[in-house]
């Protein structure tokens, strides 16, 4: 099997295995809405104010509930499945893209859903124009967070603590993506262009792109 | 199954009676035609309430009975009272995007605690599933249900302890404060979408136990393993 | 890329000279001198503790010697030729490798994509095992057993040419123990090779034709 038909096996089973499962669908998206909901009742009966936080608490929430959809994969490896794989034959950098498309798919609906909650209960002020860059630049992020979430679960394989570690790991290095998501919606409304932003997502998609696949094996081999 | 469908079938009938009533009562003078919503969403939150109310009885019965008809009671009932629920915040939301200008207002401590009451059941629909083994979803899944029901009460009286936006209840001991034939439209709803509710409870659970039986028809099916055919073993 | 079934890049020898292996900082095998040709069935013996299971990842290229060398199928081990050789090697480990989520026979069919096997061998496999009526049974709703014989059933679709054993026998009735036995003999008759490890001589005298003792992280005797 060619590369990139492993890649594509690998992600139809992994949403195969999501459609059964409904991890991201039952339980991290209604979770996340709920974490929508906390801030207000935090901040208290401003309304202007939560008007104005919307869009950063959009980010905030889809960045840290995100990260369980990154990690999804990486809750269900196990050492058997992961040398499974590779007596397969299954390149490990086949491994990462596979995961990367499906957990790209999952991420998108999971952060679009979060978004019209958002502006359901957030009532943001939304420039003109906004849907097509804020849907492109979500697009993004949410390749960038996929990517982000398969190698720190890459990186963190086999470990105790792996889900807290990984988490760790990946809130950092997700700044670049909570930078360019967010201030994509703020060029637009300042009217100023939304280029850079949406190239600092491209660059970061890229960059974490040619990380996982040339680091796939010397982490493979890491692992064990 | 024939119980089924009649109660169904005048459980329609019963809503749509209500509709009937709801857009030919007169409206409110400031919310125009907008008002009718009310009659919908206002009865849906009545029975999301009433619904969560049966799961934390059935919840109860169950840790001290120990049946399963109790807990598919409850089961059923969170699954209803999560669809009145949405449907709920959702006729809530329209109403507020067209007489207050925003489908969500945090002013109302009731929209949020509702929300919230939302979302504690979709954990306990989540926990179910989660859960293979039938005693043990049951026993973990009644400690959730009889917890969960504080939230009710709590949504209702909201209105009289936080400043809110809702009006105070329309529909108090000592009189209401609306047109007799809002009223009665209000009422007519009250009643059509309560038996809405026990009608789908009803099919519910017949479906409830026809899926038990049929798992258990699964488990006394014979082994589907059969002896290896090692003289074949040439032919992969 | 090659099929499964086109083995004429793949080397047949299987050596390990004066090998060791590491794990976790500590040192589980040490001087393993071994050669495994086609057509043998090697047993390896020893108490829990003594480095089996290592010694069989070892030899599947899933982990590399940090001591001496070795080759397996002719890659060279912790060298990248290994990535070549490893859909020609078949482990059966401890604890059964199937995706809980999925059938018996999607985990089949996932298998067989991936190493590029042709799908009609999946029903005969089913057949062969005893699983032709339980492979629309998920992997989290199987048996012990029955997940044995999924692995049997993928290791009789992917042909390896080295079939490892890892307590293979354990919690197996007689018909799936007689299954395990017809995989190690129609590998021989392939031309492979197989290794089994075992706490339990027993299960290693009649089906082996030598018999090492793993003791401490090493080889002690050859019967």
Known sequence: ?224 | MNRVRILLATAGIAVLTGLWFAFTSPVDRLQGEFSRILNLHAPFMWVAFLAFGVTAFASIMWLIRRTPRWDRLAMASVELGVVFTATGLFTGMVWGQAVWGRAWDWADPRMASTAVMFFVYIGYLALRRAIPDPEMRAKRSALLGAIAVIQVPLVYFSVNLFRSLHQTQSIRPDGATMPREMLMALLVNFVAITYLYFALLVARLHLARLEEASAAETAREPDAVTPPRLSEVKDV | ?223
Not at chain 1, 129 to 144: E, F
Not at chain 1, 159 to 166: D, K, V
Not at chain 1, 174 to 181: F, M, S
Not at chain 3, 140 to 149: E, H, K, T, W, Y
């Open chain 3, 1 to 223: 890329m090659l099929s499964s079934d086109d083995t004429s890049l793949v080397g047949s020898n299987t050596i390990l000279e004066r090998a060791g292996a590491s794990l976790g900082g500590r040192s589980i095998l040490r001087g393993l001198d071994v050669e495994i040709s086609p057509g043998q069935v090697l047993g390896v013996a020893g108490p829990n503790g003594a480095g089996k299971t290592t010694l069989l990842r070892l030899l599947a290229t899933l982990i590399s010697p940090d001591q001496g060398s070795g080759f397996v199928l002719g890659a060279r081990l912790g060298s990248p030729d290994v990535y070549d050789v490893r859909r020609f090697i078949g482990l059966m480990s401890h604890t059964p490798a199937v995706i809980a989520e999925l059938t018996i026979r999607e985990n089949l069919e996932h298998a067989a994509r991936l190493i590029g096997a042709d799908l009609e061998r999946i029903d005969t496999a089913l057949r062969v095992v005893g699983l032709a009526g339980a492979a629309a049974t998920r992997g989290d709703a199987c048996s012990f057993g029955m997940l044995r014989r999924t692995e049997a059933a993928r290791l009789l679709i992917t042909r390896p040419r080295l079939l490892l054993l890892d307590e293979a026998f354990s919690g197996l009735d007689v018909d799936a123990q007689e299954l395990i036995d017809a995989l190690i003999g129609r590998t021989i008759e392939q031309d492979g090779a197989v290794v089994m490890v075992s706490h339990d001589q027993a299960h290693l005298v009649d089906r082996a034709a030598r018999v090492m003792t793993l003791s401490a992280g090493r080889l002690e005797t050859v019967t």
């Open chain 1, 1 to 224: 099997m060619s590369f990139w038909a492993q890649a594509v096996e690998i992600a139809r089973v992994d949403l195969r295995v999501e459609r059964r499962l409904g991890d991201v669908l039952r339980v991290v998206l209604p979770f996340a809405v709920v974490g929508l909901l906390v801030f207000p009742l935090a901040l208290g009966v401003d309304l202007s104010a939560i008007s104005l936080i919307g869009p950063a608490v959009f980010w905030a929430v889809g960045i840290l509930f995100g990260m369980q959809v990154a990690l999804r994969q990486a809750a269900h490896d196990n050492r058997e499945r992961r040398d499974l794989y590779a007596l397969l034959g299954v390149d490990p950098a086949a491994r990462f893209v596979g995961r990367t498309i499906s957990g790209s798919v999952l991420m998108v609906g999971f952060l679009v859903v979060l978004l019209a909650a958002m502006i359901v209960l957030y009532s943001p002020r939304l420039p003109e124009g906004w849907p097509i860059p804020v849907i492109v630049g979500l697009g993004l992020t949410a390749v960038g967070l996929t990517e982000l979430g398969t190698l720190a679960g890459e990186v963190t394989a086999g470990l105790r603590n792996r889900t807290a570690l990984a988490s760790l790991i990946i809130v950092p290095l997700a700044l670049p993506l909570v930078i360019g998501g967010s201030q994509t919606l703020e060029s637009l409304a300042r009217d100023t262009g939304i280029l850079p932003w949406l190239l600092l997502l491209v660059a970061t998609d890229l960059a974490l792109a040619v990380a996982g696949v040339a680091m796939a094996r010397p982490l493979e081999e890491a692992s064990r």
